[in-house]
């Protein structure tokens, strides 16, 4: 499958395969010939699949950087050191940074992309669930202590190749990481895709191929949609932020890693959708999607030892917040987002 992502700078493809990772350096080479590649890879994608993905390049100009793995690595720290193998492995403004891991590894290797030399090209090798979602959009960004994605860019890739195939070794708890993200989708954009979701996934992981490519592919699809309406987030892009302004403020506050990404942000999605039916007065049928998810394994409740000031003085800093009132995703309808003012007297009563 194929998807085409429209961006003002250029149009680039989203190509979705299993097996497609036997082929990677063949199709790299190819359709984004470089001077050299550096291949900037997460530890433990390195010791499943490095050395059969190099074997697929035929070019000698190939580098590598393994980083840590998990969020730690989003850190400036690792920004640095990244910038100086660039450096010391020759990399020019010809040259191309291939991100190959999940979402850490997609935004940390995008942002180096995006500032070594005032910005290179780079390629996205996705290999968990999640970064269907990271891996387009040209969103990338490392953190702050305690600001999730505080400093960033948006930096498009020239292509991105899914292989559902790597997924296979994916730790349960990712898989639900990454799929609390597919539902987000549904959710936001699109009922019947949450109706099939729901139908059709009783656990995780996901072993019919078919049906995890068109999953996939269904919300590569719908992101790019709203990321061709509005590039830069200056509107409909923020409401790909659905549960997410309580899920960073959890991040946050457990710090990095405690909780996947997506296990927050499921925890903030059932939160947004308890507000959005309260502010809107309407039955969205919610206890019927929050009793699925909990079957397949997602908690949904915030952890008690998070105090609920510190998350709330934690979500009034978030990006999208100005003047003490956040721009909050709620739902018009299931499938329907919207972006609304809440003030912080508003949302404490709801947290309360
Ligand atoms: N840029 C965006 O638009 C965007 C969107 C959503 C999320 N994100 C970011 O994505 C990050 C989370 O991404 P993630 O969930 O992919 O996390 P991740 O990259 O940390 O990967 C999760 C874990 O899975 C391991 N792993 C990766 N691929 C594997 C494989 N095939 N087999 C076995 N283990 C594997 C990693 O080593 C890591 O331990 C967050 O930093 C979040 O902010 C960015």
């Not at 003002?8 to 359709?31: D, P, W």
């Not at 078919?210 to 509107?235: F, N, P, S």
Request: one cysteine or more.
């Amino acid at each position: 499958m194929k998807i085409s992502v429209q961006t003002s700078e250029k149009t680039y493809e989203v190509m979705i395969r299993s097996g497609l990772i036997n082929q990677a350096g063949h199709y790299i080479e190819k359709m984004i010939p470089a001077s050299s590649y550096l291949v900037i890879v997460d530890q433990h994608v390195a010791s499943y699949y490095l050395e059969a993905f190099l074997q697929t390049f035929h070019t000698a100009n190939i580098h590598v950087s393994v980083v840590p793995s998990g969020e730690q690595s989003k850190s400036f720290q690792q920004y640095e050191q990244l910038l100086n193998d660039c450096y010391a492995f020759g990399l020019d403004r010809s040259s191309v940074i291939i991100a190959f891991g999940g979402g850490v590894t997609g935004d940390l290797a995008g942002f180096v992309a995006g500032t070594y030399m005032r910005g290179i090209r780079f390629v996205q090798v996705p290999t968990t669930l999640l970064a269907h979602d990271s891996s387009v959009g040209g969103k990338v960004a490392i953190n702050l202590a305690k600001g999730k994605n505080i400093v960033g860019l948006f930096h498009q890739p020239e292509l991105v190749l899914y292989d559902p195939d790597l997924l296979r070794t994916l730790p349960n708890q990712e898989w639900r990481s990454g799929f609390a993200e597919i539902v987000k989708m549904g959710f936001i954009a699109d009922k019947d895709f949450l109706l099939w979701l729901k139908a059709e996934v009783a656990q995780l992981p996901i072993q019919d191929e078919k049906k995890l490519e068109y999953m996939i592919g269904k919300a590569v699809a719908l992101k790019a949609d709203i990321v061709q309406q509005d590039e830069k987030e200056m509107g409909i892009r923020g409401i790909l932020n659905f549960g997410h302004t309580l899920g960073h403020a959890i991040e946050g506050e457990m710090g990095y890693g405690a909780l996947t990404h997506g296990e927050a942000v499921a925890i903030g999605m059932a939160f947004a959708l308890k507000v959005s039916e309260q502010k809107k007065g309407r039955d969205f049928s919610s206890s019927v999607y929050l009793e699925w998810l909990a079957s397949l394994g997602y908690r949904l409740t915030v952890p008690q030892v998070l105090k609920s000031e510190n998350l709330l003085a934690q979500m009034m800093k978030d990006k999208k917040a100005r003047h003490g009132t956040l721009n909050y995703v709620l739902l018009e309808a299931v499938g329907d987002a919207s972006i609304e003012a809440i003030d912080a007297t508003e949302l404490k009563t709801f947290f309360d």
